[in-house]
Every structure is written in C-alpha cells, then in structure tokens.
C-alpha cells in the first residue's frame, strides 16, 4: 500500500551507485564466492522488485550469478514449505512470513543460525552494522533457543491514524491511555452527525491483531513465555476483549462487525472517523489528495499505552538461508546485500514497503521529498522501539485466527468476554494440544 504515494518524486531518490559504494566501503572481499550461483525465492512483494532491479549489481560485486522468482504470497507459502520438508530445497535464499510460518521453519529446523556468519568478521561487511535494526524486529526472527534463522525486514507495525480536526472540534488531545482512548472515542462520537469516534477491523479472522494490539498494553501476551498454554481466558485477555467490544459497540460506525483493512481506510478517509487502529502499511492513501479528505487532517502515532506497558504489535517478513543450501556463504553475500542502507533507504523512498533498519526512517532526503509529514517517520521510529509480535508463534495461526475471531465477533453483537473466550478456548483446545504434542 505504500508503494504508491510514499514519495514525490521516485526519481530524486534513486539510490547511489551501489556497486560503487560497496567496493569503496572496506578491505571486505566481495569475492570470495565468487564463480557460484544462487537461487533466490520471494514472496511477491515491490520491494522484491527493487532488489531485482539491482540484481546485476550484485553480480557483478560478488561474482555470484543469481536467478530469482517471486511467487504469490498464498502460493509461495505451501511450496516452499514442501520443498523444505524433502530437504532439496531449490533456493539457496527464501522470503518468509513470520507471523505464519516462524513455528513451522522453527519446528523443522529448517534454517540456518545466522550468528556465525554475523561473528566471522571474514564473511561479514564490517558496514554491515546489525545495530542498525531494531531488538524487537529481530527478537522476532530469533527461535527460544536463541538461533537466529531470519534476518527480518518488512515489518508492518501497528499504531493509531488520528482526525486532527475532529479532536480540534471537541478541543481534546491525542489520548496518552488506552482507558482515554476509549473516553475520547466516546466524546468523538456523534451518530446525528455520523461521526464516530473509533474503527476497527470487526471481521472474524481479521479482528484478532486489534485485540493482541489490545492485549500487549497488559505486558500480556496470546502465549505463555514457555509457549506452551494459551492464555486466552486470563484476566488480561478478558479486559483487552471487553475494551475492544466497548470502542466497537459504543464507538465505531453501523456495519463496522463486517468490516476489514480496507473499509475501516475507506471510511477513515471520508473524514468521519476519529481514530483507526491498524498497521501503518496501510497509510498511503491518507496522504493522496486523489483519494483522502483527511490529508491535512491525519495524524500518525503509536497507540497509547495500556495500564501495564506501552507495545505495537507486529507482522513481519524476512530472508533466511536453508540448512540444506549448497551455498551458503553466497547466500550470506546476498543478505547482506539486500538488506544494506542504500537498498533499504531506497525501498522506503519507493513505497516498496517498511524496511528492517531503523536508519532509512531518518534519512534528509526521504523526509523532505516524501508526501508523508515528519510525523509519520517519528511514529515509525517509535514503533519500532517497542514491537512485539502480533500473533501467537504457533503453527495453527490460521486456525487461532478462525476461531477467536469469531469470538470476538460475537462480543461485537453483544455477548459476555469471559463466556465467549471459554468456548473458543475449548473449540481451539484440541488443535492446540495436538501441535504441542
């Protein structure tokens, strides 16, 4: 969704010479895989477009030839899983979707440890610089036994779109609590006028991140540390449950049980919605005079802080390196390549999607041409300071969304948090005890 508004003029942007750039940068041999060739799979996505576009540069620092594909996330998902599992993978270099597949690679031990190769400052760039992404994004890519199997990019945080306007109406302030989110939306709400003060995705499946988001804001999360309980029926659970059927009930406009993403954007967009709780992917449009009456009007900032702690949850995409790659070093090569500060500053500055590294955010040159004001880099800066995963790393993720999203469906019409997470506690039970078996 970012790809399409984020900047001015694409054009002002185009990255250094980054061949250029990377041979000047130190005594690092490039070329030490040189003469082999790699396979890269990725999820389709722009910002696979971009490190495609720069391919060649690539092959011509290392001496490693690449081919590479990019497959629909939906179709991309099974056959990489399927190859992984014959332990013949195709692809030396493959695109992931934490927030789906991180049990399942991790349960496989599909992947290799990254930290070696971070370490062995003969196979790492010293102008790599790993402090460059932030702990949270890379907490995610990282198993419980400390193995790091993802070098993550692509993360989607979630934060609060805000009408300016309508809380300038009211002479109220961008709420500092999760309890004051809910007084302000209710002093935004106006249904003579059609003014609402709060949307959210009510849709069965597609509602359960707005409750995680919630729940992070109680320091809790949908598993135990150990991953082994679900803590769904936990009080914690049930006061994130009945805070969001409350904004939902009292606060979002009629239809709003339905509603995904791209109705919750649509009516933000008309200038009627006070705040919009979702992932700041969606932001493009906001800012396109073409499309938003609010492009003057939004604000952008992390959701507010919960009675215990402050969170933004996450999705997130990385690159890993199979175990059973026949060229690893290469594969190494790559990562580091793909994920470098000009590639990354470019895949911003494109709209080609949210990279990993927190330095893109602060570069002169994004911020001056971008049609996004300051305000939206600082809340991306600050998301990224307190990240957390958005979902349960589980397998049965789908399944999890299924039937809690029906839950909290059901709390939209009406019914009792503790009486609603009981039963899809108990319908969820037998999957989740057979995965963790």
């Avoid at 049980?257 to 992917?281: A, H, P, R, V, Y």
Wanted: a neutral charge; glycine letters at 8%.
């Amino acid at each position: 969704m970012l790809r399409r508004t984020l900047i001015a003029s694409a054009g002002a942007l185009a990255a250094p010479a980054i061949v250029e750039t990377a041979n000047a940068q130190s005594k690092f041999d490039w070329k030490q895989a040189k003469g082999t060739k790699l396979e890269v799979n990725f999820g389709k996505h722009p910002s696979a477009d971009v490190m495609q576009a720069h391919q060649k540069e690539f092959e011509e620092l290392t001496g490693i030839k690449v081919g590479s594909e990019q497959v629909p996330e939906q179709q991309q998902r099974p056959k990489v899983a399927m190859e992984l599992t014959t332990g013949r993978p195709s692809f030396d270099v493959v695109s992931i979707s934490l927030h789906v597949q991180k049990k399942l690679i991790e349960k496989g031990k599909w992947m290799e440890d990254l930290r070696p190769y971070i370490k062995d400052a003969g196979k790492t760039n010293p102008d790599f610089d790993f402090a460059d992404w932030s702990p949270g994004a890379l907490k995610y890519g990282t198993a419980s036994d400390g193995t790091l199997h993802t070098l993550t990019h692509l993360p989607d945080f979630w934060m609060v779109y805000w009408n300016k306007a309508l809380f300038a109406e009211k002479g109220l302030s961008f709420p500092k609590t999760m309890d004051e989110m809910l007084d302000t939306a209710r002093k935004l709400t106006d249904p003579a006028k059609g003014i609402y003060g709060f949307v959210a995705r009510g849709q069965k499946n597609a509602n359960v991140p707005v409750f995680t988001q919630i729940m992070l804001g109680l320091d809790k999360e949908t598993l135990s540390p150990d991953g082994k309980s679900l803590q769904m029926e936990s009080p914690e659970a049930i006061w994130a449950a009945e805070l969001y059927a409350k904004l939902m009930r009292e606060c979002a406009p009629p239809g709003s049980i339905g509603f995904n993403w791209n109705e919750c954007q649509t009516s933000f967009m008309q200038g009627k919605i006070g705040m919009w709780l979702d992932g700041i992917g969606f932001s493009a449009p906001l800012v396109d005079p073409g499309k938003s009456k609010v492009v003057k009007d939004v604000g952008f900032s992390p959701m507010p802080a919960g009675p215990k702690a402050r969170h933004s949850a996450m999705f997130c995409s990385g690159l890993c390196i199979p175990t059973a790659s026949k060229n690893k070093l290469g594969a190494w090569l790559y990562l580091q390549w793909a994920t470098n500060k000009q590639l990354s500053t470019e895949i911003l500055g494109k709209g080609a999607g949210m990279p990993g590294r927190a330095s893109p955010f602060r570069d002169t040159e994004v911020r001056k041409t971008s049609a996004f004001p300051g305000e939206w880099f600082d809340c991306a800066i600050e998301c990224q300071k307190i990240v957390r995963p958005g979902l349960p790393e589980i397998v049965a993720v789908t399944e999890f969304r299924d039937v809690f999203g029906v839950a909290l469906t059901n709390l939209i019409s009406g019914g009792n948090a503790k009486d609603e997470m009981a039963k899809a506690m108990a319908a969820f039970k037998q999957v989740f005890d057979k995965e963790n078996a």
